[in-house]
């Protein structure tokens, strides 16, 4: 377990991020008062690390972990499907990490500040080049 006195551990998450052309805007071709920008997805986790060396409690984590991922495929692969001898010796080899989360302080830049024909832009745009998620994210963030 972790050593008293510590402290506060973070862990930073980041979501979606991409640039904003000024193209994207339909304010563009109204007034030119535009300039590019970033859009992004950010949240700083705070609370107590605790360091698992239990092999029992790695073990049930790295089953429900598989047992998330797997669990949309045709045939989802199982911890059982590995002989029981290698099982045990990769969960020697892992450091199973617990963040016991105090506070969470998050920050979503999506063009919230935008008219919506902009807000539109910024999305068509984003889609257009590919980025999926940043897109949705926008669309998302405008609902």
């Known amino acids: 377990m ?13 979501g979606p991020d991409a640039y904003v052309s000024p ?4 304010s563009k071709a109204e007034h030119g008062r535009v300039v ?3 859009n992004y997805l950010t949240a700083h986790v705070y609370g107590e690390l605790v360091v698992h060396d239990d092999a029992g409690w790695v073990e049930a984590l790295v089953r429900r972990l598989t047992d998330l991922h797997e669990g949309g495929t045709a045939a989802p692969w199982s911890v ?6 290698y099982v045990a010796g990769q969960l020697r080899a892992i450091v199973g990490l ?3 989360i105090s506070r969470v302080e998050a920050k979503a830049k999506l063009s919230q500040n935008q008219p919506v024909a902009d807000v539109e832009g910024v ?5 257009a080049r590919v980025d999926a998620a940043s897109s949705a994210a926008v669309r998302d963030a405008g609902s």
């Open 98 to 100: 617990e963040l016991r």
């Open 80 to 85: 059982d499907d590995t002989p029981p001898a």
């Open 36 to 38: 590019p920008t970033w």
């Open 2 to 14: 972790v050593a008293p006195g510590s402290g506060e551990a973070l862990i930073i998450v980041r």
């Open 123 to 127: 999305v068509a745009g984003l889609a």
């Open 23 to 26: 193209s994207f805007y339909a």
